[in-house]
């Protein structure tokens, strides 16, 4: 017995990392060359790098049932091969079963970018570390935020441009995800109350272009066909945004001229749109959300389990506005999706025990 | 003589039953045809109004929330419906969609108007949908097809039912009862006609005909029985006659001894079965002495007595049933004696003549008659008539000796 201890002590002191690094795997909805989501996983992946955590990651390429199979394919690896933790999302309401799935395996998952909201799908998971024992919470970005911030800043936009037509109130239109993914509708919920707030505003239409610019592109010219006194353009993710304007210059309107366009999503082409003016209003960094759900694994990992002070599930907010200078500061910072200047062991409770409550807010990583 | 071929009963009604039954199939059939028409057409377009009107609410929502790919695959499953040949949609804000087949737009359009979804007023989109005639044809010629299909079967299975009825029922039974009538020969007369009908089958036509035929068949027995009946009574009867006629043409009907006739006969058959078994056979003739003076002077009547009370005392003094007496002449009898030599015969000659002048004596008192008789024996070789003779012979001696004597003597 001896021995043994001293043997394994001298493999602790030779190989720390090896043996003692925690491993995540990430199922990632998206695909490997889209913007949004390139982006979260090379942040996650430079916040692994800061928490020595070996990470990997599995697209889905957007066709969501491939998410099972890839979670198949981690529950059938040996044991000794295993994650120790998964974190998954659940676009398209795929979060259940996938919960399922590693629960019956035996490893332990987090949700993030969005979690458990439906009652049908509650129904179903209960609440963290109760029916599905592995699944240790969530780490949502308040996606209202998105929303409610664009809208706003875009009605500001329309209202200063006197963009109000006869009848004195601002046409708007509204080009969503998808009816099926919370984060979609919490945007959406965003939307609509800033346009409550507003008073002058006459939401025209809400559709949904399944986050695709080419069905964008489709709809959109039914859409100002239909409504030739909208002016104001809100549009879920930075994609939509730039098919509806493609339309708008097509129809031989001049995007932030005679119609204003809003979008969410920090994409170095939105980012782009911004500085240029075309887009009126842009919202982002809660690409970083995996980056601070590895942060929260970490501390959970090693003994500061966030259950204690957050809660298990963690409605977080991460959402900002961009203005122009925003832009060229993010530009220059992230551009090349490098995130590597950035330290992520700062936001570990584990870390830094003075730490009480973590901000996960994008703003202070701008500034 | 080809209007006497014979053709079943069975077979010559089962064509007229299917001849009939066709007519009625193909009337029925007929206004099948027309209800049929009225009823397809008024369920095709009932269809194609419906598939209209189901199809509105959901193109609208799929318009109002911008779904082209949605309105193609709506247009395409309407399209796919047997009863549409072509579909096109135009939105208000100009995109037009169409599927199926642009060649059957010659027809009528039904035009739907869509309004928006969850608001009845406005319009959004119109749709317009051509049928396809050659659904519509198809479709009538199933539902005929269909009901000509059922028609037939059923009028073909109807009259194999009726044939195989006829055939069990009727045409068996008949030709069973023809074949009966056509074997019915005297001596099976009595052989009752039996039909193997199915069992349970109640009373009919056919029973009534076998029910004739067996009160036929005993009608004609019992009618045979009184013939044979009636056959036996004239036969006694005419026995009885011929039997009259016989004794008529053999006795003597004022003796009752045999006449001349039977004499004839019966001497020769005694003289045969004398010669076959050597026996002795003897013959006495006689003849009533003066028996023409009697008759004279007493009259015939008493002559006629005179022969009777002979003719009776010959049979009380001779032996019965093997001596006989025939009365040969007007007076004159003879006497066969079978089994009798000449001395035996000659002294029943002499008793017989003692005793009819005794009777007659007795018959007669005052008056006396005698008479004389001739004996003689055959003598093998001799026929009857030299045998009489000789007998006849000595009766003419016996009455020239004197009468009253007998000739030869002891």
Same mark, same amino acid.
């Given at each position: 017995m001896k021995r043994l201890a001293g043997l394994l002590a001298l493999l602790l002191f030779v190989f720390p990392s090896l043996v003692w690094a925690m491993s995540v795997a990430f199922i990632n909805?998206?695909?490997?060359?889209e913007a949004y989501w390139l982006t979260a996983t090379k942040a996650m992946e430079a916040a692994a790098k800061d928490l020595d955590i070996r990470f990997e990651v599995f697209y889905a390429e957007r066709q969501h049932p491939r998410v099972f199979e890839l979670a198949r394919q981690i529950v059938a690896r040996p044991v000794a091969d295993r994650p120790d933790y998964v974190v998954i999302t659940n676009d398209y309401a795929t979060g259940p079963e996938l919960l399922r799935l590693f629960d019956a395996a035996g490893i332990k998952t987090f949700l993030a970018y969005s979690g458990i909201s439906e009652p049908v799908e509650r129904a179903v998971?209960?609440?963290?570390?109760?029916?599905?024992?592995?699944?240790?919470g969530s780490l949502e970005p308040r996606a209202q935020e998105a929303g409610y911030l664009t809208a706003k800043a875009l009605i500001q936009q329309g209202r200063r441009a006197q963009a109000q037509a006869a009848d004195g109130r601002l046409h708007f239109l509204a080009i969503s995800g998808d009816r099926s993914t919370p984060a979609s509708n919490r945007r959406g919920e965003g939307m609509r109350r800033a346009v409550a707030e507003a008073g002058?505003?006459?939401?025209e239409q809400e559709i949904f272009s399944g986050w695709n610019r080419a069905k964008a592109v489709e709809q959109s010219e039914w859409l100002f066909q239909r409504y030739p006194l909208a002016r104001l353009v809100w549009a879920g993710n930075d994609q939509m945004a730039f098919g509806a304007m493609q339309v708008w210059e097509k129809r031989g309107g001049k995007p932030g001229k005679d119609a204003w366009f809003s979008a969410v999503n920090a994409s170095p082409e939105a980012m782009a749109a911004l500085k240029s003016g075309r887009l009126a209003a842009l919202a982002g960094g809660h690409f970083i959300c995996g980056a601070w759900a590895l942060v929260m694994l970490y501390d959970y990992d090693h003994g #500061?389990? *966030?259950?204690?002070?957050?809660?298990?599930?963690v409605n977080q907010s991460m959402f900002t506005l961009f203005s122009q200078k925003d832009a060229d500061r993010f530009m220059v910072r992230f551009g090349q999706l490098h995130?590597?200047?950035?330290?992520? #062991?700062? *936001?570990s409770k584990a870390l830094?025990?003075?730490?009480k409550r973590y901000d996960f807010n994008f703003r202070q990583l701008l500034d | 003589m080809s209007a006497s071929l014979f053709r079943p009963i069975a077979t010559t009604l089962i064509r007229s039953v299917f001849l009939w039954a066709t007519l009625c199939a193909l009337a029925i059939g007929s206004i099948q045809a027309a209800y049929s028409y009225i009823h397809v057409q008024d369920r095709f377009e009932l269809a194609v109004r419906e598939i209209g009107q189901t199809n509105v609410p959901l193109l609208s929502v799929s318009i109002w929330d911008i779904e082209p790919e949605a309105i193609r695959r709506q247009l395409e499953v309407i399209a796919a419906?047997?009863?549409?040949g072509y579909v096109s949609l135009t939105v208000t804000t100009g995109q037009t969609f169409s599927a199926g087949?642009?060649?059957?737009?010659n027809d009528r359009p039904r035009h739907f108007d869509i309004p928006p979804?969850?608001?009845?007023?406005?319009?959004i989109g119109n749709l317009e949908i051509f049928e396809n005639p050659a659904a519509f044809y198809r479709e009538l010629i199933y539902t005929l097809g269909v009901a000509s299909l059922g028609y037939g079967v059923l009028t073909l299975l109807i009259c194999t039912l009726i044939a195989y009825l006829l055939k069990r029922d009727l045409e068996r039974p008949l030709r069973r009862v023809a074949q009966f009538a056509s074997e019915l020969t005297p001596n099976r007369l009595t052989i009752p006609l039996e039909l193997a009908r199915s069992?349970?089958?109640?009373?009919?036509e056919i029973d009534l005909v076998v029910e004739g035929f067996s009160v036929l068949q005993s009608g004609i027995n019992s009618h045979i029985a009184n013939l044979d009946e009636q056959v036996a009574q004239r036969t006694a009867e005419l026995e009885s006659a011929l039997a009259a006629i016989h004794r008529l043409s053999t006795i003597?009907?004022?003796?009752?001894c045999f006449n001349r006739r039977l004499f004839n006969e019966r001497i020769q058959e005694e003289l045969d079965r004398a010669i076959r078994y050597q026996r002795a056979l003897a013959v006495i003739f006689c003849d009533i002495d003066h028996f023409k003076r009697i008759n004279d002077t007493c009259g015939h009547l008493l002559g006629d007595q005179v022969l009777q009370e002979a003719a009776e005392c010959f049979r009380r003094e001779l032996r019965g049933h093997i001596d006989w007496v025939a009365r040969y002449g007007g007076e004159e009898f003879v006497i066969v004696l079978p089994e009798t030599s000449l001395p035996a015969a000659i002294a029943t000659a002499e008793r017989l003549r003692l005793a009819l002048t005794e009777s007659m004596a007795t018959l007669l008192p005052g008056l006396t008659v005698t008479a004389s008789f001739g004996v003689t024996q055959h003598v093998p070789g001799e026929t009857v008539q030299e045998l009489l003779q000789r007998a006849d012979n000595l009766l003419y001696a016996a009455k020239a000796a004197g009468r009253n004597q007998t000739l030869p003597r002891l």
């Open positions: 909805p998206g695909k490997s060359d998971t209960g609440q963290p570390r109760e029916h599905f024992k592995g699944w240790l002058d505003v006459v939401l #500061r389990d *966030f259950a204690e002070a957050e809660g298990v599930e995130f590597d200047q950035v330290n992520f #062991r700062r *936001f830094n025990p003075k730490l | 419906r047997p009863e549409i087949d642009k060649g059957l737009t979804p969850g608001r009845p007023v406005g319009v069992p349970g089958h109640g009373r009919d003597d009907p004022l003796t009752g």
